[in-house]
DNA sequence: CTTAACTCCTCCAGTGGCTGGAGGAGCAAG
DNA sequence: CTTGCTCCTCCAGCCACTGGAGGAGTTAAG
């Protein structure tokens, strides 16, 4: 099986120009090329930028999924450094989360509060200008 | 009152250098000069700043800052406006606060299901080769 | 008055993770 | 043979900064 970097993009919904960006920072390895230069791509390739795709949905970094494409490529190993970053993404989320629930919170008082009257007496901008009016000051 | 960038980036809490890139971009006005061509704030600038790194730590978008600052500077209209921004943002939140909770179940039912063993068994692994496994496809 | 330490100045490059365009060449169908 | 598509490389831009180089102004102590 020889396919295209388009036929590559079609299969894993990446775009061909994102792959070859890949290519250069080293997620994908460079294919073979054609007698006419083009890349040339097989099924382990699919899988690889599926796997790719797949870890950058889920909201992994270009360097922790480098390090999973590693350790992938080593099954005999225990997973545990599988698990630490896998964890440690988990953990990062959760912080991203808690982060954006609280501003959510405040952002929603700050609507309530609106009176819909003039931008002068707008609780919205009263509590942008004054951090204060926060009831978390940690943000 | 007069104070220096390095006086406005502490009372403030804002880098120096990004006070200069505010003024690039047209969020903070471009402040006179003393005799030896260093920029010279007043208490105007402070709340401005103030105002916009408010904003930035809510997570406004820039263009919705200047927005905002347009209309903090016409007192006399309805707020209307200053709804719409917003709410558009809260709404934008919530969007990235759902996205962010599916993935976080996705990550940690992936955690979970880790047995400790080889990486040729890991589950995390096993999710991140194969769509199919998970739960919520539409990320 | 000099010197050292500090702040400030401008300009430019880099971050992450792509995305898009210019300008040119390969390739398949009509 | 030509049309239209895909592909190639290289480079610039996105967002919102951040940091460094290299130079000049400023302040306090000696």
Do not use: E, S
């Given at each position: 099986m020889e396919i295209t970097i388009g036929e590559l993009s079609k299969r894993t919904g990446v775009l061909a120009t994102t792959v070859r960006y890949y290519e250069d920072v080293g997620l994908m390895p460079a294919p073979p090329r054609t007698a006419g230069g083009r890349r040339s791509y097989g099924t382990a390739h699919v899988a690889r930028l599926a796997f790719i795709r797949h870890a950058r949905q889920l909201g992994f970094e270009v360097d922790a999924i480098r390090e999973l494409l590693a350790l992938n490529a080593r099954?005999?190993?225990?997973c545990a450094e599988v698990d630490v970053i896998a964890r440690r993404h988990l953990a990062e989320v959760d912080g991203r989360i808690e982060r954006l629930t609280a501003l959510r919170s405040e952002l929603s008082r700050m609507v309530d509060e609106c009176?819909?009257?003039?931008v002068g007496e707008c609780r919205v901008i009263e509590v942008l200008s004054d951090h204060g009016e926060c009831l978390g000051h940690d943000h």
């Open positions: 099954p005999d190993l225990p009176g819909h009257g003039r």
